[in-house]
């Protein structure tokens, strides 16, 4: 079985390269621009997860279609503000899910586009907080005359699996140095501790401050009367919302398109954004002189290249960073590089070569931390190097812990009749082993080893922003820090987001300010090749035993040191 399925995905993987490489001969004899005529409007519709980076897709481009980021959709409201052919956006936003950090940025972005003095007019039908905060930067908010406006507050949940790993035969062993330190609650507890309790409550707490003053300053409502009506009401119709001030108008989407109409009453005509994005920003002349390198870091920190991980999802590889700061670091035309990252941290060992390419970069030119949404724990330990550290309004920061732990599944496989013999040499043999718990000398073990990392992380931290160790201790011990609380506490230097990170960098580089730098972004391309053969290597490597797989899944984690943060806020 295993050896057909081998051939079979050779063979498949054979013709899948023959027909890429026949659309890559032909899509290089076809001009891939998008058809822009003048007097057009944009169409940006934003829905779903959106990452702040994703690495160019060569399939994707070959067929001239597109999907949307963060950095596209900074980059198609840069390009619009100096295109004449555009003459004014319409923002649709809907099941739009971002972090806080994000949203912030993007109402930079809209910010900027409308210095040009074009219009940006947003569409909303059923908005929850976060379509609503984004559409609350632009000119006017118009809303479907039948939908609903929920702006309910924040809510955090985190589920325990302490009693249900029990019941199936699985216990979790997690030691951490702080005690803010609570990514191993979940296994290890049945209720949130008073000290995750304690930072979540501050975090959502300043999340509610920013949204009522973020309204109260764009759409005239006073903090007290918005505060009052969200905890008395928690949702309006759409007659409600136009009555308290937060929509302009009721109207469809297809009406708002009149308000471009030129003095001849002629419609503009529609362009996509995903169809925008493919325009080369050189072609409005911008982003075509001095070169700073954007090098991001999102997802989960692991040893290894970039992938997506069935356990952890997205994974910032370090070999994938470590290779792309060196290159950047050693490139003549790269005059400063801005590390980019939105990562909960992750490996510890993985975070550490990540922080050795920074600081050998710092040392070669000008190396700025950007972070949104979150920089923490390892996303925080790889920053430590830099020469300036920005963080976006509403980023998580900090998170300064470490934690290690096993899997015992030995009485999962008593519940299924399973057995499990092995033959041992040596006193740790089974350190690693998901079949037995460890003993007090194992403990002692793991302890020494993270212990041994904290210490050296707050040094690290401590040296970068020029506090004593007992400072940086007491800031640590896993506390997770909105920026504005980081800023405050020393932790990062500035509460800015993308276009500060790069105002800085080419202050930095001694680049006029005035000039319109070419950003390099990393990774520069995703490797096709690269991607089917793993692909083909998962095939080949499926696996008839399914406890076999879980085994590794956990395996991926025992006792390897991690700079994680403790939790991820949903709302």
Excluded at 74 to 101: H, T
Excluded at 314 to 320: D, F, P, V
Excluded at 520 to 527: A, E, H
Aim: a positive charge.
């Amino acid at each position: 079985m295993k050896s057909f399925l081998k051939w079979l995905a050779i063979i498949l993987t054979v013709i899948f390269i023959l027909i890429f490489a026949a659309v890559i001969t032909i899509s290089s004899l076809i001009d891939n621009e998008p058809i822009v005529e003048d007097n057009s409007y944009l169409h940006i519709s934003l829905s779903g997860t959106m990452a702040e980076y994703e690495a160019p897709d060569p399939l994707e481009e070959a067929f001239g279609q597109t999907h949307l980021n963060m950095k596209k959709v900074r980059d198609i409201l840069e390009k619009a503000a100096v295109d004449n052919r555009i003459n004014g956006i319409i923002l649709n936003v809907n099941g739009f899910s971002v972090g806080f950090g994000n949203l912030h940025e993007l109402h930079s972005y809209i910010k900027k586009y409308k210095e040009s003095g074009k219009k940006i007019y947003a569409y909303l039908e059923t908005p929850g907080i976060r379509e609503y905060y984004a559409a609350a930067a632009c000119d006017s908010i118009f809303m479907a005359p039948s939908g609903t406006l929920f702006l309910q507050g924040f809510n955090a949940e985190i589920t325990f699996y302490k009693s249900f790993l029990k019941m199936i035969g699985v216990e979790a062993e997690f030691m951490q140095i702080g005690r803010y330190k609570n990514a191993p609650d979940p296994y290890i507890r049945d209720n949130m501790s008073p000290y995750q309790r304690e930072v979540l409550q501050s975090i959502l707490n300043q999340y509610f401050d920013d949204l009522l003053n973020t309204i109260a300053n764009t759409r005239g409502i006073a903090v007290d009367k918005l505060k009052k009506l969200i905890n008395k009401e928690g949702a309006f119709t759409a007659k409600e919302a136009l009555k308290y001030h937060f929509v302009d108008n009721l109207r469809f989407k297809n009406e708002i398109i009149s308000l471009f109409k030129k003095e001849d009453k002629s419609l503009p005509s529609r362009v996509d954004a995903p169809d925008y994005a493919r325009v080369p920003a050189s072609s409005l002349d911008i982003r075509n002189k001095s070169r700073i390198a954007v090098i991001n870091c999102t997802g989960v920190i692991a040893s290894g290249s970039d992938t997506d991980d069935p356990l952890f999802g997205k994974t910032a590889g370090s070999s994938t960073l470590v290779k792309n700061i060196r290159k950047a670091a050693k490139s003549k035309s790269i005059k400063a590089i801005i590390f980019r990252i939105d990562s909960p941290g992750g490996s510890a060992l993985a975070s550490d070569l990540i922080w050795k390419a920074v600081k050998e970069a710092a040392e070669k030119k000008p190396v700025i931390a950007s972070v949104v949404d979150l920089g923490a724990s390892g996303g925080y330990y790889i920053t430590t190097p830099v020469d300036s550290f920005f963080a976006a309004s509403g980023s998580l920061v900090g998170s300064i812990g470490i934690f290690a732990g096993k899997f015992n599944i030995r009485g999962l496989y008593d519940k299924l009749r399973l057995k499990s013999e092995s033959v041992r040499i040596g006193d740790k043999a089974t350190l690693f082993s998901v079949m037995d718990p460890w003993t007090k000398e194992e403990r002692s073990v793991i302890y020494k080893i993270i212990n041994d990392f904290y210490t050296d992380f707050v040094q690290k931290v401590a040296d970068a922003r020029k506090l004593s160790y007992e400072q940086v201790d007491n800031l640590g011990r896993g506390h997770v820090w909105t920026s504005e609380q980081a800023f405050e506490n020393g932790l990062i230097d500035h509460i800015g987001g993308f276009y500060d990170a790069v105002k800085a960098a080419k202050k930095m580089a001694g680049i006029d300010a005035d000039e319109s730098v070419r950003l390099s972004y990393y990774p520069q391309k995703k490797s096709f090749f690269g991607n089917v053969l793993n692909k083909v290597e998962a095939m080949i490597s499926v696996e008839i035993d399914p406890l076999k797989s879980v085994t590794k899944q956990f395996e991926k984690i025992q006792n390897k040191p991690m700079a994680l943060m403790p939790y991820k806020i949903d709302w």
